[in-house]
T-cell receptor
Framework: GAGVSQSPSNKVTEKGKDVELRCDPI?????LYWYRQSLGQGLEFLIY????????KSGLPSDRFSAERTGGSVSTLTIQRTQQEDSAVYLC????????????FGAGTRLSVL | AQTVTQSQPEMSVQEAETVTLSCTYD???????LFWYKQPPSRQMILVIR??????QNATENRFSVNFQKAAKSFSLKISDSQLGDAAMYFC??????????FGAGTTVTVRA
């Protein structure tokens, strides 16, 4: 596709369940980023991947959060044992590299934890 | 650490008029980029304009222009000839050597017909 694709668009889950959010970056982009947008915290960085290098996980809020990127393309953000405070919009972005390039965003996944 | 501050939660503008959104930031680095992103209700973050810190000339993109004051660490966005489609939330963001965007809290722009 032409842009960053995220699925699902919306996800409703029960507290304590695990969820997986998917991001398909722009073809050829080697850098991929996850951000979280919540009412209380605004937009905050979670993790980024660049090529085959170890990811920068410094923004992950707890060990319930993890992410992987398979084959240098699609990425999955996993939240285990979801809590109500995990409710937010999870945005994915990609860029041609880690240099100070423009990051192109997907439309996000709105996660609601009941 | 980088911080970005947008002090205007909401701004309203008459169609065809001009509105200016404020942004201040703090960073200890000398080489960084500044961005304005637009987020309509569809949630898609759309790049409006980009400014490289080493460039003195203010960036412009059609009806959008910035006033970049490096010494004051100020980066305001001017929207000229406002259109109904400009209604959205606007985020100021800073990108420095850690490759992570730092965002302000956002400004909601309403355009009155």
């Amino acid at each position: 596709g032409a842009g960053v694709s995220q699925s699902p668009s919306n996800k409703v889950t029960e507290k304590g369940k695990d969820v997986e959010l998917r991001c398909d970056p722009i073809s050829g982009h080697t850098a991929l980023y996850w951000y979280r947008q919540s009412l209380g915290q605004g937009l905050e960085f979670l993790i980024y991947f660049q090529g085959n290098s170890a990811p920068d996980k410094s923004g992950l809020p707890s060990d319930r959060f993890s992410a992987e990127r398979t084959g240098g393309s699609v990425s999955t953000l996993t939240i285990q044992r979801t809590q109500q405070e995990d409710s937010a919009v999870y945005l994915c972005a990609s860029s041609p590299g880690l240099a100070k390039n423009i990051q192109y965003f997907g439309a996000g996944t709105r996660l609601s934890v009941l | 650490a980088q911080t970005v501050t947008q002090s205007q939660p909401e701004m309203s503008v008459q169609e065809a008029e001009t509105v200016t959104l404020s942004c201040t930031y703090d960073t200890s680095e000398s080489d960084y980029y500044l961005f304005w992103y637009k987020q309509p209700p569809s949630r898609q973050m759309i790049l409006v304009i980009r400014q490289e810190a080493y460039k003195q000339q203010n960036a412009t993109e059609n009806r959008f222009s910035v006033n970049f004051q490096k010494a004051a660490k100020s980066f305001s966005l001017k929207i000229s000839d406002s259109q109904l489609g400009d209604a959205a939330m606007y985020f100021c963001a800073l990108l420095s050597n850690d490759y992570k965007l730092s965002f302000g809290a956002g400004t909601t722009v309403t355009v009155r017909a």
